[in-house]
């Protein structure tokens, strides 16, 4: 099994568990946040989209985006699941992409932008991927329970 390979299935599988935890959220659910200083549920979902195009680009593209104010804004504008939910599909079906046509050679290729991860291969960043859409859909399935609700389990 390529390299490549084994990280697809990697960003599938953490998508496919994402998905999973958010679809018990309802339209109205969108501008939920338990604290005014919080993601609501829709920015959790928009904000995590927005750190798998991150990690990609910052592999794979131009380097990493260090405005985190203009980015923590993106997320904060998304106001419906609607939205979230695209962004989210979007960026996993990039990342899917992106590291599924890459060679084994690129995928140990240095990130060139050493701000991040110095010295990491490309593929490192797909650990992180992986981690921090965990960590919000941790955070998700207690936003789900302060509404009342029970999360599915995720791996089903």
Not at 85 to 103: T, Y
């Amino acid at each position: 099994m390529s390299q490549a390979s084994d990280i697809v299935t990697q960003l599938e599988t953490s998508h496919k568990y994402m998905k999973s935890t958010i679809s018990i959220f309802e339209a109205g659910d969108a501008g939920f946040a338990p604290q005014p200083e919080l993601y609501t549920v829709a920015g959790h979902i928009a904000h995590a989209a927005d750190s798998v195009e991150w990690f990609v680009e910052g592999a794979f593209g131009d380097g990493w985006n260090m405005d985190f104010d203009g980015l923590i804004a993106a997320a904060r504008a998304v106001e419906t699941l609607e939205d979230a939910n695209a962004w989210l599909d979007r960026a996993f079906a990039r990342a899917v992409k992106v590291f599924g046509a890459a060679s084994d050679e690129e995928l140990d290729a240095t990130i060139s932008d050493e701000r991040i991860m110095p010295g990491a291969p490309k593929r490192a960043v797909v650990g992180p991927i992986v981690d921090h859409t965990a960590h919000h859909r941790g955070a998700l399935a207690v936003y789900a329970r302060l509404l009342g609700r029970v999360p599915p389990m995720p791996y089903g």
